[in-house]
């Protein structure tokens, strides 16, 4: 089945302590991004690949690193989370960037710190 | 970058009605505009899109329609179901390789 699979789905977390969302997309995807979600602020977009060893910075960035070793996988790393970083977060896929075919996304990961 | 704006925020209809939800745009470039569906506690699924040399798109009991020149498209949902019920995000694509979500509106459907 074509998915994107993200883990944890649930995560808390205490400030500070490093941790890692890991997403995977089995569609031979070239374009990876992540979002996130907050109440009233809709889908915000943190980081995007266009392809292996291509990422770029989104709209809200800061606090966040990710990483595209190979196609299939584009973990997002929170080196130092802080509860302003309390969210849901999405993975998403799409065959190519250029925002001409509609996203994939990840089941979600609800993320507290505190 | 893409300024996006959608109305209304909260749509409340009665089973067998209709919805629309309009989606304004900044970006006279743009040339791809989907539209999403976020049911409660799930992820966000492409429902319908459209690219800039169609005017009208169907799929069954939704469509969505697009104005280039005024810049805006909407979703028209008929004989609306409670399963319609669920948050709908239009992404117009905002250069920068990438799209913007709008801020959604929650559709009811009331039985």
């Known amino acids: 089945e074509a998915q994107v699979t993200q883990n944890p789905r649930y995560l808390i977390t205490v400030t500070g302590k490093k941790l890692t969302v890991t997403c995977s997309q089995n569609m031979n995807h070239e374009y990876m991004s992540w979002y996130r979600q907050d109440p009233g602020l809709g889908l915000r977009q943190i980081y995007y690949?266009?392809?292996?060893?291509?990422?770029d910075k989104g709209d809200v960035p800061e606090g966040y690193k990710v990483s595209r070793k190979e196609k299939r996988n584009f973990p997002l790393i929170l080196e130092s989370p802080s509860p302003n970083q309390t969210s849901l977060y999405f993975c998403?896929?799409?065959?190519?960037?250029?925002?001409?075919?509609?996203?994939?996304f990840g089941s979600g990961t609800r993320l507290t710190v505190v | 970058g893409e300024n996006v704006e959608q109305h209304p925020s909260t749509l409340s209809v009665q089973e067998g009605d209709s919805a629309v939800i309009k989606c304004t745009y900044s970006?006279?470039?743009?040339?791809?505009f989907p539209w999403y569906k976020q049911e409660l506690g799930k992820r966000p699924q492409l429902i319908i899109d459209?690219?800039?040399?169609?005017g009208e798109k169907k799929d069954q009991r939704i469509a969505v329609t697009l104005n280039k020149t005024a810049k805006h498209f909407s979703l028209h949902i008929t004989e609306t179901q409670p399963e319609d019920s669920a948050v709908y995000f239009c992404?117009?694509?905002?250069?920068?390789?990438?799209?913007?979500f709008g801020a959604g509106t929650r559709l009811t459907v009331k039985p």
């Open positions: 970006d006279s470039a743009s040339n791809y």
């Open positions: 459209i690219r800039s040399n169609v």
């Open positions: 992404a117009p694509e905002g250069g920068n390789n990438d799209m913007r």
């Open positions: 690949s266009m392809n292996v060893e291509v990422t």
């Open positions: 998403a896929s799409s065959l190519v960037g250029g925002a001409i075919y509609g996203y994939t």
